[in-house]
């Protein structure tokens, strides 16, 4: 199926690379562009059909053809731009390169077998694409059993999820979705470690990028449903293409440029809400880039706000405030600034942030970023071109910790700082440039093979707890991986100094569709044995009877309480229809600004409200789920009223009740 998703995009991807060609002459960017072209025709697609209710694979297949037709009635025209080569390719960089990438796509097959959904794509990252899939239009989910704002979050990267799901409903490659996003920034780090105008990347921008993509969180969510590190690269990359800018041999590539760097800027402002708190890294890159350019301002926040501004636009439509919930400048909101602070994820002592970031980035990190926002003040006196950007891109590192642990709520979460990790490695790898040349490349190595090791030890420690049926994977995932890294080495070292452009093609064609191939394995492996690997999260492990229980069941709508995982009872294959049935009666899947009153007080105190449980009525609860057709309610715990109306409630007979999740059959009288 993953195959045959690729190839039912291929209009797309087609039509965003004959694009591509047109607006960089080298390989390295053509891939870069054609990725993000295909991601604003993702993104518009998904906007365009899910207004009119026909996301779904025939409009979509419709809209991809009319889009590569019109693309080629506009591009025949204008020259295919004279392809220059990526100078110096070096043998070492390739293989560190080659190793990652095959680190990474092991990674990838392990999470798609074995490893339990990170907690919020079970809660809205893969739930939304999934509904928006189901029903074929643009909609919200309420999250009221935890923080409430998710149930108004920006979602452009949710929406690329939703295309990778659209033809058939399967999440193998959503559930990875992150992939091209880690290869983006790396990209982006890289070029931005690189000299201005130099046409190749020297090997202390590659092993920057190799240092940025081995930190274990990022290592981690490169193969994830998550949106963290897709959120941190679309940011760098526009950073990077603001940067190339600068040195467009004409005009019009110039604007070309800029528009997609606003366009990239505007999903990044669109991916979720703490995007806005980190906006004013924007501005001295912007600064550098376009100088007093007034119209080039006006090209750039133009198609920023083409498309970043959908998310607000509509929460203002819905509920006078473009940041619901939070209450702003006497805008409405369920909550306060001050609530959002009132957690457990917000570190408020600098010994706490010590702590914080000594673990999650260990020593030699911390070298890394100290380097990055420290050494390149050193030279300020210089007027070199990769000073100055080493300057910017240590203001931009320093900048970002700032807003992180200074304005988000919960800044207890070292994801969030991703994208000053970013630009922290990338001033490193320009300060190596200033020093003799062998010193940059011992201290680029030493980093680079320490940040290296530190992730891939985090990484196998839990590859080897992966339940493969009756392998022994804390000795066999170790060494397939380290079978990958080889391979892969040796596949980069051939690439940069053996292999034609002709045998290039053939062998990545080949990579391809192998990973693919394998990647439908490991999903085929996961949906038989979907119940011991879901319940391998240990906030699931005491709901393996009635996750069982789930599975058993044939295709069904289902109500949920207690818990925000509604991707959870989706079944193995995505087959169940699940829904949440206010305890007030209220409308199915009911918005929190529809059940509260414009009157309603905002709290000071806590983001996790329950407006249906003012009135809770049992009797109207009930009448709901017949009306809607429920089949099953699955209730997660004995803390919430559903699970007491459960046991009360005639119609409502019980199929499951071990553990922590229970399942009731609705049972109409």
Known sequence: MSLASVLFHSPAIVAAALIAVRTSSRCSARLRDTFLITLFVWRAEHLLLGSIGELNALGIGITHCAVLAATWFLVRGHPVLTEVPEQQRTPPVSAVAGAWMAMALGVAWLRSAAYPDPYDSLTYHLMLPATWISNGGLSLLPTYFGDIAPSYTPESVESCFAMLMAPFGDDALARIGQLPFAALAGYSVARLASP???????PNAALAAVVFLTLPEVLDQSSSSMVDLASAALLLSSFEQLRRSASCSTERQRWIRIA????????????????????????????MALGTHTRRWTAFAGTSFLFGCYPYLRNWALTGNPVYPVEVAGLPGLFTREATFANRYHLRDLSAVWELISHRYGAVGLSVVAIGVFAPWAWITRRSQDARQAMALSACAALGIAL?????????????LFAAWGCAVAATGLVARMFPRAIPMLVAAVLGLAVACFGVADLLERASAAPFASIDTSRVAPLALAALALLGAASGWAFADRLSRRWQVIVLTVCLVGGVGALDVAS??????????????????????????????????????GRNAPYLLRGSDGRHRVVFVPADGSNLNALPHELTGDDSPASTTRVQLMPDRTQPSQVKWWKRLLEEQVEYVAVFGPHVIEAQWATNTPG?????????????QVIPR
């Open 196 to 202: 201005d105008k130099d046409a190749h990347l020297g």
């Open 260 to 287: 997609l760097a606003g366009a990239t800027a505007g999903l990044f402002l669109s991916s979720r809400f703490t995007s806005l708190v980190f906006a004013p890294m924007f501005l001295l890159p912007l600064v």
């Open 404 to 416: 992180h642990f200074g304005l988000i709520p919960y800044n207890a979460n070292s994801r969030f």
């Open 524 to 561: 085929h492996y996961r949906r038989s044995n979907w119940v011991n690997v879901v319940t391998r999260d240990l906030r699931f492990g005491d709901c393996r009877p009635g996750i069982a229980a789930i599975e058993r069941l044939d295709r069904a709508t289902i109500a949920y309480a």
């Open 652 to 664: 409502l007979r019980a199929i499951e009740t071990r553990g922590g999740l229970a399942i009731y």
